[in-house]
């Protein structure tokens, strides 16, 4: 299986190569050359796997360059039940993504998929926990290390620390601004006391946190003096084990390879939702792909109208539903690759021209860059946007008549849903973040707190390790180099 770039850059790359790497050299998006294939052979097959199990097989399609006896081991590591131990219930935890069927009246089935159940709470960990292991893995072999450097507002950083720490090789510098998280995911990284972890508050806002790692990053020879490396949402590795869910999901809820189902995924990034799209493209029996969007509608407006518009900082509206406050969907491009017959010279002057006129049109309409809005339906795309008031009633409604409590993410497609339910398709939405972690959201739709799961009873009164420091880019390099001793 070799890998090639959105934009054209051609040298092939496989699966190890592009694992540590970010953007392709000329700016695009790593894909596979060719979509694997599932049979109905197989799919029969893997109905009676453990997740652990399936992950190996959908796995085994990317990485050919991985030894298969390696990649089983590294897959029953990453999927256990002691991993995923959040989860509503024991027989829940070993099932990892545990489904339930919320309703099923009419032949209208609503069934929610819990993607929450990790370290830190949100999906964010069905992905990372893989990549942790598969760092060490790689690094260990090539007698290597690492240094990854970020930025986060939240669910990314915790999600990366608690699949990162402790591990040989790896160290992880993650910035945040200083006061600005909630106390809840404040104490979930802070509260780490692993050597290998460093939390820098920095005095300023998120922007002035991503702006740090842009310039780190731009100077190449201390990048690559420090083994600087990222762990982003366009990471190839965490999108393919996403890939793995949507098999999940597809195989719990139905019984012959002949059902359809459709999936609801909050999104903001677009990795998420991209997963879905590329097993679909492998075969997998997917009918809509129900993209959901918050008051940052960028994602929303494309699927209806066939405008990509990105939205600048001060039209980022900051919402309850905040890991999807997104303005630029970093993982598009890899679906408008596909849109474009994979035509990867259009790919790179569409998105060049989001980058000098903020956005392209595909409408078909005089002026527009081109027609491909009318082949959206092939690929099973639909969309909705949900806003505050949404998900307070979305939550109330989910606790009266379902008797569960959601997060703000999750209500967001669970509406989005309701919206486009088809009869004789099941539903599935995916459960993106357990309620904990937006309290006080589900205090002001509940009137009471959100039940958190055992361990996180205290979290806030643990102590804290991290340093202060200003958005200062020559005391963060020096930071760095004194920590790794390079
Ligand atoms: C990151 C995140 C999303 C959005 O996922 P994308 O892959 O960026 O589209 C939705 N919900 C929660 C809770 C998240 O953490």
Same mark, same amino acid.
């Given at each position: 299986m070799?890998?090639a770039?959105?934009?054209?850059?051609?040298?092939?790359?496989n699966?190890?190569?592009i694992l540590l790497?970010?953007?392709?050299?000329?700016?695009?998006?790593?894909?596979?050359?060719?979509?694997?294939?599932?049979?109905d052979v197989e799919?029969?097959?893997?109905?009676?796997?453990?997740?652990?199990?399936?992950?190996?097989e959908?796995?085994?399609?990317?990485a050919?360059?991985?030894p298969?006896?390696?990649l089983r081991a590294?897959?029953?590591?990453t999927?256990?039940?002691?991993?995923?131990?959040?989860?509503?219930s024991?027989?829940?935890?070993?099932?990892?993504?545990p489904?339930?069927? #919320?309703?099923?009246?009419?032949?209208?089935?609503?069934?929610l998929?819990?993607?929450?159940?990790?370290?830190? #709470?949100a999906f964010?960990?069905?992905a990372?926990?893989? #990549?942790?292991?598969?760092?060490?893995?790689?690094?260990?072999?090539?007698?290597?290390e690492?240094?990854?450097?970020?930025?986060?507002?939240?669910?990314?950083?915790?999600?990366?620390e608690?699949a990162?720490?402790?591990k040989?090789?790896?160290r992880v510098?993650m910035?945040?601004?200083?006061?600005?998280?909630?106390?809840?995911q404040?104490?979930?990284?802070f509260?780490l006391?692993?050597?290998?972890?460093?939390n820098?508050?920095?005095?300023?806002?998120?922007?002035?946190c991503?702006?740090?790692?842009?310039a780190?990053?731009?100077?190449?020879e201390?990048?690559?003096?420090?083994k600087?490396?990222?762990?982003?949402?366009i990471n190839?590795?965490?999108?393919?084990a996403?890939?793995?869910?949507?098999?999940?999901?597809?195989?719990?809820?139905?019984?012959?390879?002949?059902?359809?189902?459709?999936?609801?995924?909050?999104s903001?990034?677009?990795g998420?939702?991209?997963?879905g799209?590329?097993?679909?493209?492998?075969?997998l029996?997917?009918d809509?792909?129900?993209v959901?969007?918050?008051?940052?509608?960028?994602?929303?407006?494309f699927?209806?109208?066939?405008i990509?518009r990105?939205?600048?900082?001060a039209?980022?509206?900051?919402?309850?539903?905040?890991?999807?406050?997104?303005s630029?969907?970093?993982?598009?491009?890899?679906?408008?690759?596909?849109?474009?017959?994979?035509?990867?010279?259009?790919?790179?002057a569409?998105?060049?021209?989001?980058?000098t006129?903020?956005?392209?049109?595909?409408s078909?309409?005089?002026?527009?860059?081109?027609?491909?809005f009318?082949?959206?339906?092939?690929?099973?795309?639909?969309?909705?946007?949900?806003l505050?008031?949404?998900?307070?009633?979305?939550?109330?409604?989910v606790?009266?008549?379902?008797?569960?409590?959601?997060?703000?993410?999750?209500?967001?497609?669970?509406?989005?849903a309701?919206?486009?339910?088809?009869?004789?398709?099941p539903m599935?939405?995916?459960e993106?973040?357990l309620?904990?972690?937006?309290?006080?959201?589900?205090?002001?739709?509940?009137?009471?707190?959100?039940?958190?799961?055992?361990?996180?009873?205290?979290?806030?009164?643990?102590?804290?390790?991290?340093?202060?420091?200003t958005?200062?880019?020559?005391?963060?390099?020096?930071?760095?180099?004194?920590?790794?001793g390079?």
């Open positions: 070799q890998y770039s959105t934009r054209g850059h051609t040298a092939a790359q699966f190890s190569e790497g970010g953007l392709a050299p000329d700016g695009g998006l790593y894909l596979p050359t060719t979509y694997p294939q599932v049979t799919l029969d097959a893997w109905r009676k796997l453990s997740y652990a199990g399936l992950a190996f959908v796995l085994k399609k990317f050919t360059d991985i298969e006896a390696d590294l897959a029953e590591q999927y256990t039940s002691d991993v995923y131990k959040n989860a509503r024991d027989e829940s935890a070993a099932q990892i993504t489904l339930r069927v #919320l309703q099923d009246k009419n032949g209208h089935k609503l069934v998929q819990a993607l929450s159940n990790g370290p830190t #709470l964010k960990d069905m990372m926990q893989l #990549l942790g292991n598969l760092f060490e893995y790689t690094l260990a072999k090539n007698g290597a690492l240094n990854i450097f970020g930025a986060t507002s939240g669910d990314t950083g915790s999600a990366a608690y990162m720490r402790g040989k090789g790896i510098f910035l945040s601004p200083h006061k600005k998280m909630s106390a809840f404040t104490a979930q990284m509260s006391q692993d050597p290998n972890i460093f820098i508050a920095v005095e300023g806002v998120f922007d002035d991503q702006d740090m790692v842009k780190v990053s731009n100077d190449l201390f990048k690559n003096r420090q600087i490396g990222t762990v982003n949402s190839w590795a965490r999108v393919v996403q890939v793995v869910y949507y098999f999940r999901g597809y195989l719990s809820a139905t019984t012959s390879n002949e059902q359809k189902v459709s999936f609801t995924v909050p903001g990034n677009f998420n939702i991209c997963a799209h590329i097993a679909r493209m492998m075969g029996p997917i809509k792909l129900v959901a969007t918050n008051e940052n509608d960028v994602l929303d407006e699927f209806r109208t066939g990509y990105v939205r600048k900082s039209e980022t509206w900051h919402t309850t539903s905040p890991s999807m406050d997104i630029k969907a970093s993982n598009f491009e890899r679906f408008i690759y596909d849109l474009l017959d994979r035509d990867a010279p259009r790919v790179a569409l998105f060049k021209k989001v980058e006129e903020g956005g392209f049109d595909l078909g309409k005089p002026g527009s860059d081109g027609d491909e009318s082949k959206i339906a092939k690929f099973g795309f639909v969309s909705g946007k949900s505050h008031a949404d998900r307070l009633q979305t939550i109330r409604q606790e009266k008549e379902f008797g569960i409590t959601i997060d703000t993410h999750t209500a967001d497609g669970i509406k989005v309701l919206e486009n339910l088809e009869e004789g398709v599935i939405v995916l993106t973040a309620p904990a972690k937006f309290n006080e959201t589900i205090k002001e739709a509940l009137g009471r707190d959100a039940e958190r799961p055992a361990g996180f009873e205290n979290i806030e009164a643990l102590p804290q390790r991290f340093d202060v420091m958005a200062d880019v020559t005391a963060m390099k020096a930071f760095i180099a004194k920590n790794t390079l």
